[in-house]
């Protein structure tokens, strides 16, 4: 069961329209737009997508499974760096209003979290190996373990990622991801955006509280970061959320 995002577009960025009831902001951006730490343009590009730099947490994120919870001390982080972001993170939650969190992507798939009854939201930075450890369900435990938020009450959404239709991959994706990894007649691809709402569903998130984009970064390039398609110099989106009330 697939249940589409419905998404506003502002210049440089697309709004989760679904979110806005929670009392929550959250968008991710699109090109020209670059938000790469290594951007000469960053703190243009803040300022173009409508980011108060002063409330920003961004992870410098490895692929990995950590979650950090995210408060008012940390706001500025990674705004004028690599260096100065939260590093080895890859999913970041918080129950504070004006904390804006967020996550770089540029083909993995952002995961946007929130629990409107415990009001707490996370984000997560899903690629292949965050989804291989858990990463949501860590996610989901850390919301459980410090908010005492239920999966039955979380609303999901996905952002912009690679989809199965251009994510082809190795032999070992098969037995990896089970479903989520599929052989096709010109190979093996992966759908992230399936693999992730099946981790979620198992941890007791509705199917139909999980909300997808369906955006494909590498089909739209024009429009999208996505490292398949230009590699190492690829820019970076980013995906921004935040409690308001």
Not at 21 to 34: R, S
Not at 81 to 94: I, N, S, Y
Not at 138 to 164: E, K
Not at 210 to 229: K, M, N, P, V
Request: glycine share 12%; net charge positive.
């Amino acid at each position: 069961m697939t249940v589409p995002l419905i998404l506003q577009k502002e210049k440089g960025r697309y709004v989760l329209a679904p979110f806005g009831k929670f009392g929550v902001e959250a968008f991710f951006t699109a090109k020209p737009l670059d938000l790469a730490f290594e951007s000469r343009g960053r703190r243009l590009a803040l300022r173009q997508a409508g980011i108060d730099a002063g409330k920003l947490v961004c992870p410098c994120q490895i692929h990995g499974t950590r979650v950090r919870i995210a408060g008012k001390r940390d706001r500025g982080a990674g705004v004028s760096g690599r260096k100065t972001a939260l590093q080895e993170t890859d999913a970041l939650v918080t129950s504070e209003k004006e904390v804006a969190l967020s996550v770089l992507t540029a083909d993995c798939l952002p995961v946007f979290l929130v629990d409107p009854e415990k009001r707490v939201i996370a984000i997560a930075h899903a690629g292949w190996r965050g989804l291989q450890g858990r990463i949501l369900s860590r996610v989901l435990g850390v919301m459980a373990a410090s908010y005492g938020s239920c999966p039955g009450d979380i609303v999901a959404g996905f952002g912009p990622a690679i989809r199965s239709c251009c994510y082809e991959v190795g032999e070992e994706f098969l037995s990896f991801f089970p479903g989520a990894a599929r052989r096709q007649d010109r190979g093996i691809f992966m759908d992230l955006a399936l693999g992730a709402r099946m981790e979620l569903e198992a941890e007791g998130v509705p199917a139909q509280r999980i909300l997808d984009s369906g955006i494909c970064t590498c089909c739209r390039a024009d429009e999208f970061h996505s490292y398949r398609q230009s590699g190492p110099a690829a820019g970076r989106n980013i995906s921004v959320l935040r409690l308001l009330v």
